[in-house]
């Protein structure tokens, strides 16, 4: 579930620090800011996301916006929109009555103009609510640079011609416009293309190619079709790849190929190709190696790594490699320290760690480690103090919620009933606060979901099912079944389960229901989800054809309560185990 989500806001974080590192190492060079090409939209995304900028990163974003005395005029203006409307105007006149003997310095001067209106003034305006005005100044620059064909433009008016269209792109898939989204996107492709086949040579131009592939893959993988999002994810890591080997030591390529990787690794990850995934999430984790090795001072490369390896130790433990998991979210928990360390102020690291500790308890877990509950109490003190700092930080909320999940299924795991119903109280709380404030939130839906489950889970185990029952609701969706297949296996398990405590039919049909759902949905490649499907049979005393499952997963180490209750239940399947219990 935390894997997979949002994987379009940690690429845009790290394009900006990667822009940021390069600017820093140049001396603040003007010509590597913003208006030069970098992706000033997608900072102002992260800004709108509430992910937190660090010194240099905000440095870098607000340097790109002192400009000349043009520019601040610019600014300006930008605040009203009649007099946005007549700067584009002004500026379209200018642009269409340039002749191309002009001096170069004032080419360079009116290039940076548009530069700055395809880029700088979305800062401007998305804050005040103006996308309409921004969408619109978009437009009338790009028709000023469609005044000619593709061939007669110069590369630097083709270049922004290709990222205006980009922006045309975002806006559209902002506004829920999919079909303008993916013809701005596929416009930009073919002057990518173009603009690779006047310099073939040029990686530069390679490089933009490549984020135009990325662009043509963002829309479907942002709508979930993984399927089609794939192909041009495929063709940026190809030429991630290309730009390697190319340039072997350009730390930068080796850091846009890890990028490439991760994402690919994502496609693979959602479709539930969880080998090809691996192989993915392995490279860029080895690449996040070598850099953090070559710079062990480089924050930027520490990131990246600690991304790769919370990818890379969620597929270990989807596969069912429960040890070779445990020692990569260790290895990640001290990354993490080291980047506190580093940056002790900077409390997005200090919620990074929080969130790889109660990711490892909820693993310690399953494989019956005590030592869940020191991880995830640990989890709990970070995540209260930065809620405490700042109540309205959504995600630190979030965060804290989960973990009271968690703590209420390692208390469940280790027999402690109370705990476990105190701790999911407190994530149903806080998950039913911030599902009403925004109810369009299906993550929020889910993770409400799962905590309501872990209070009826407890609450049934303290012996009080007419209050489980009750709880259930909270689980249960005001629309019918889940969008997670996983997650309606379980709470039709749970259901069950509850309903035989009470001595009630129904429970065989809940039951029936789990079965349903898992052998047509669930993912079996998935350990969990294997588990969940052995756990559903067993429940309905449908025991034939489990043996070889049951016997991997205990293999591997798996000793989750519910699964064990089942399988010991079930007579003549789990005979070792009784004695292993």
């Known amino acids: 579930e935390w894997a997979s989500v949002n994987q379009e806001t940690l690429q845009a974080h790290r394009r900006l620090r990667t822009a940021t590192r390069n600017w820093m190492e140049s001396g603040k060079s003007r010509d590597l800011l913003l208006q030069r090409g970098r992706p000033v939209s997608e900072a102002r995304m992260l800004l709108a996301r509430d992910v937190t ?44 009555t340039e002749a191309r003997d002009e001096a170069e310095q004032r080419r360079v001067e009116a290039q940076g103009m548009v530069n700055f209106m395809l880029k700088d003034l979305r800062k401007r305006l998305e804050p005040i609510g103006r996308v309409d005005l921004l969408d619109s100044v978009i437009s009338t620059v790009l028709g000023t640079l469609r005044g000619r064909e593709p061939g007669e433009l110069r590369d630097d008016e083709l ?14 898939l902002n506004k829920g416009d ?58 940026y ?18 850091l846009e190929l890890s990028y490439a990787e991760s994402n690919l690794g994502s496609v693979a990850f959602n479709l539930g190709a969880y080998g090809e995934a691996l192989t ?45 998991s445990l020692e990569t ?37 399953v494989l019956d480690d005590r030592a869940a509950l020191e991880y995830v109490a640990a989890a709990i003190t970070e995540l209260t103090a930065l809620v405490t700092h700042d109540p309205e930080n959504a995600g630190w909320s979030r965060d804290l919620a989960y973990a009271y999940t968690v703590a209420s299924q390692a208390s469940y795991q280790f027999h402690d009933a109370g705990a476990a119903t105190q701790h999911a109280r407190q994530a149903v709380a806080m998950m039913r606060a911030l599902h009403e404030s925004d109810a369009e939130r299906a993550d929020w839906e889910t993770l409400l979901a799962r905590a309501g489950m872990a209070e009826a889970r407890a609450l049934h185990d303290a ?21 997670s297949a996983s997650l309606q296996v379980s709470l039709d398990i749970l259901q069950g389960r509850i309903l035989a405590s009470l001595g009630r039919a129904r429970s065989s049909t809940a039951f029936e229901a789990a079965i349903g759902v898992a052998d047509q ?61």
Not at 211 to 220: C, D, N, Q, V, Y
Not at 339 to 360: C, G, H, I, T, Y
Not at 545 to 559: F, H, N
Request: proline share 3%; with cysteine; net charge negative.
């Open 178 to 235: 999919r079909e303008a989204a993916i013809a701005a996107f596929e416009e930009s492709l073919a002057i990518a293309e173009e603009l690779h086949r006047r310099a073939p040579d040029d990686p530069g131009r390679l490089y933009d190619l490549g984020h135009a592939w990325f662009g043509i893959g963002l829309t479907p993988y942002v709508e979930g079709d993984f399927a089609a999002a794939r192909q041009p994810f495929e063709q």
């Open 521 to 581: 949905d669930l993912n079996l490649e998935d350990a969990y989800e294997r588990a969940q499907w052995v756990e559903a049979h067993l429940r309905a005393e449908q025991t034939a054809g489990l043996e070889d499952a049951i016997t991997e997963l205990l293999a591997a180490g798996y000793r989750s309560r519910d699964f064990m209750e089942a399988c010991v239940t079930a007579a003549g399947l789990c005979d070792d185990l009784r004695t292993a219990r």
């Open 329 to 365: 979210r260790y290895e990640a928990i001290a990354l993490n320290e080291r980047m506190v360390e580093q940056v002790p102020d900077d409390r997005r690291w200090r919620n990074a760690r929080a969130r790889s500790k109660f990711l490892l308890a909820e693993l310690l877990t």
């Open 237 to 254: 890591l190809r030429i991630a790849r290309d730009l390697v080997i190319r340039e072997p030591d350009n730390e930068s390529y080796r």
């Open 53 to 96: 900028l660090d010194r240099n990163e905000r440095a870098f974003v607000e340097a790109s916006l002192r400009r000349s005395h043009q520019m601040r005029w610019l600014r300006y203006a930008a605040t009203s929109s009649v007099v946005a409307f007549a700067v584009v105007a002004v500026i379209a006149a200018w642009l269409a």
């Open 280 to 324: 993915h999430f392995g490279a860029a984790a080895g690449i996040g190696r070598q850099l953090t090795a070559l710079h062990p001072d480089s924050l930027d490369y520490k990131i990246e790594l600690a991304e790769s390896l919370s990818w890379l130790s969620t597929l270990q433990e989807r596969m069912g490699d429960f040890r070779g």
């Open 463 to 483: 012996g009080n099912p007419e209050a489980a029952l009750d709880a259930m609701s909270t689980a249960a969706p005001k629309g019918g079944e889940l969008d």
């Open 159 to 172: 270049a922004s011609l290709g990222y205006g269209l980009r922006q045309k792109a975002d806006v559209s």
